[in-house]
C-alpha cells in the first residue's frame, strides 16, 4: 500500500542515536536533521512540514544546501516537539527536556510514531526553584524564561535521562566530545592506570585547563578537557574519605570551566548541564568556597538566557550564605565572595536595575580592597582592578557609553595579568566606542584585542555579533576595512 503525505512518520528509536545526528543536533543543523530523516525514516518533505508546523516551502528551502538557516529558539522547540524528539536527543539540540525521570514510564518502543505536534514541554516543578533559593515568580511568569528553568532542571537529572545511550560508536570530537563527556559517555581512557588518576595530576590538568582558558586557548581547552572530566568521573568514583572530597572539589572547577568555554561558544544546552554537573559536584566536595565558586557559573548561566533576575538573586544569595558560614575571610573566600557579588552586578545591569547593581559593584570594591590587590585565587581574576573592568560592563549594558569609556581610561591593561579578562576589557570598550558613534576607534581597538587573543575574537559568536553592529553603521571606509579584517579571521558577518 503506498503511503500518503498526510501519513505519519515513523522514527526508528536508533535515529537519534546515530552519530551523525548527534553531531547534527549539537551544531543544530537542522538541514542534516531532516535529510537524516527522510534517508532513515523515509520522511517526506511534506510529512516533515505537517509535523513540524511549518510549510512545504521553507523545509524545502532548509534542506538545500546553503539554504534558510533555522536559528530560533521558537523554531527549534517546535520541531523537536512536531518530531517527538527523545530527552536525550532535545537536550543535545539545546531545549529542555519534555519528561522528568520520576514521570516517564519504563517501557520504551522501538519506534516513535509521530501522529500531531505534541505539546510544550512541561513547566519545571516549583521544588527546583527553591534549591536555587530563587521565587517561582521572579521572571514574572514569562513561559519563554521558564523554559530556561527546564533545561537547568534536565540538566540535573540528565544522567538518568541519557541512561539508554549507546556504549559504543566512532570517537567524538570538538564540542561532541564535551556532550560525550558530560553525559558519561565511554571515552577511549576509561579504564585509566592508577597514575593518570592520582590527585596530584589531576590537579595540575585541571590547572592547566584554567590557564589556557585564561589565556584564551580556546581550542586547546575543547582538545584537553573532555577527557580530564572523563578521569575526573572515575576519580571520584574510585577514591574515599579526604582523597574523595578533592576529587569532587577539582570535578566542580572542571565542569566550571567547561561551562565558561561553552557559554563563551554559544552552546547554551551544554552549558546548563556543565554548569549543574559543576554545582553537583561542588555541593560533594562539602566545601563551601567551592560551593560559591559554581555558584558563579550557575548565575552565569542564568543571565547568559535572559534570566537577569534571577542571576541576580542566585548570585547574592550564595554570596550572603558563604559569608554566614565561613568563619575565616581567607584570600580564597574572599575571591570567590567578591566574585559572585560582581556576577550578580552584571546580571543587575543586564536588567536596568542600577541601584542594585551600583550597590553589588561597592560591595565587590570593599572585598577587593580587603583582599589587599589583584590576583587569581580560586581562578577568579579577582581584586580592584576586576571591579573596575566590571564598571565598564555594566555600564556599557546600561548603555551609558560615555560612562564606560571613562571607567576604561582609569584601568591600566598592565595591571590585568590574565589575558582573557584584558581582551573583555577591550571587547566592552570597542563596544561602547561603538555606541558613541566612534566606528574608526572600535575598530582599532577590536584589531588590538584580536591581536592579543585571537580566539576571543574569531570564535566567539558574541564578538560576531559585535562586529556586525559595528559594520551595519559605520561609515563606508570602515566598512571596508572591518570586510577585510573579517576575511582575514575568517568570520563570516
Given at each position: 500500500m503506498s503511503r500518503r503525505a498526510s501519513d505519519p512518520i515513523v522514527i526508528?528509536?536508533?535515529?537519534?542515536?546515530?552519530?551523525?545526528?548527534?553531531?547534527?543536533?549539537?551544531?543544530?543543523?537542522?538541514?542534516?536533521?531532516?535529510h537524516l530523516l527522510r534517508q532513515y525514516a523515509g520522511a517526506s518533505q511534506t510529512q516533515i512540514a505537517i509535523a513540524c508546523g511549518m510549510s512545504q516551502g521553507k523545509v524545502s528551502e532548509t534542506m538545500k544546501k546553503g539554504g534558510r538557516q533555522v536559528t530560533t529558539l521558537e523554531v527549534f522547540e517546535r520541531i523537536a516537539d512536531g518530531l517527538q524528539m527523545p530527552d536525550p536527543a532535545r537536550m543535545t539540540l539545546g531545549l529542555a527536556p519534555r519528561t522528568l525521570p520520576a514521570f516517564t514510564s519504563p517501557t520504551t518502543t522501538k519506534a516513535t510514531i509521530i501522529t500531531s505536534r505534541a505539546a510544550p514541554a512541561d513547566l519545571v516543578p516549583p521544588a527546583f526553584l527553591g534549591s536555587l533559593d530563587i521565587d517561582a515568580d521572579v521572571e514574572e511568569g514569562d513561559p519563554v524564561h521558564r523554559r530556561t528553568f527546564g533545561k537547568l532542571a534536565g540538566a540535573s537529572v540528565f544522567s538518568a535521562i541519557l541512561a539508554d545511550l549507546p556504549s559504543d560508536g566512532a570517537p567524538l570530537e570538538g564540542v561532541e566530545a564535551f556532550?560525550?563527556?558530560?553525559?558519561?559517555y565511554p571515552s577511549s581512557n576509561d579504564d585509566p592506570s592508577p597514575a593518570a588518576l592520582s590527585i596530584a595530576r589531576l590537579d595540575a590538568a585541571v590547572a592547566a585547563a584554567k590557564r589556557s582558558y585564561q589565556d584564551c586557548k580556546y581550542s586547546t581547552v575543547?582538545?584537553?578537557l573532555p577527557a580530564l572530566l572523563a578521569d575526573l568521573r572515575n576519580a571520584c568514583a574510585i577514591y574515599d574519605g579526604d582523597a574523595r572530597l578533592q576529587a569532587e572539589a577539582l570535578s566542580a572547577e572542571a565542569h566550571h570551566v567547561a561551562a565558561s568555554i561553552l557559554l563563551k561558544l554559544d552552546h547554551e544546552g551544554l552549558a546548563w548541564l556543565a554548569a549543574d554537573r559543576s554545582m553537583q559536584a561542588a555541593r560533594r566536595s562539602q566545601d563551601l568556597t567551592t560551593i560559591g565558586s559554581s555558584a558563579r557559573i550557575i548565575t552565569h548561566a542564568l543571565m547568559n538566557d535572559g534570566h537577569h533576575g534571577a542571576a541576580t538573586k542566585t548570585a547574592s544569595t550564595y554570596?550572603?550564605?558563604?559569608?554566614?558560614?565561613i568563619d575565616q575571610r581567607t584570600p580564597d573566600f574572599l575571591s570567590v565572595y567578591g566574585a559572585l557579588l560582581l556576577r550578580g552586578a552584571v546580571a543587575a545591569g543586564q536588567r536596568s536595575d542600577r541601584h542594585t547593581a551600583a550597590t553589588l559593584l561597592d560591595e565587590a570594591e570593599a572585598a577587593g580592597h580587603e583582599l589587599g590587590g589583584d590576583y587569581n585565587h580560586r581562578w577568579t581574576a579577582f581584586g580592584p582592578t576586576n571591579v573596575q573592568l566590571h564598571r565598564v560592563?555594566?555600564?556599557?549594558?546600561?548603555?551609558?557609553a560615555g560612562a564606560a569609556i571613562q571607567h576604561a581610561r582609569t584601568v591600566d591593561l598592565g595591571r590585568i595579568p590574565l589575558t582573557e579578562r584584558k581582551a573583555k576589557l577591550l571587547v566592552d570598550t570597542s563596544g561602547a566606542l561603538t555606541q558613541w558613534g566612534k566606528h574608526d576607534k572600535a575598530y582599532e581597538v577590536l584589531r588590538y584585542a584580536h591581536q592579543l587573543a585571537p580566539e576571543e575574537i574569531s570564535a566567539r559568536p558574541a564578538v560576531h555579533r559585535m562586529l556586525g553592529d559595528l559594520m551595519a553603521t559605520a561609515p563606508p571606509s570602515i566598512k571596508r576595512q572591518l570586510k577585510e579584517f573579517t576575511t582575514e579571521i575568517g568570520v563570516r558577518l
Open positions: 526508528p528509536d536508533s535515529l537519534w542515536q546515530r552519530p551523525q545526528m548527534i553531531e547534527a543536533l549539537t551544531t543544530r543543523d537542522i538541514r542534516t536533521v531532516f556532550a560525550a563527556a558530560l553525559a558519561g575543547i582538545n584537553s554570596a550572603e550564605r558563604i559569608d554566614h558560614d560592563n555594566i555600564a556599557l549594558k546600561l548603555g551609558d
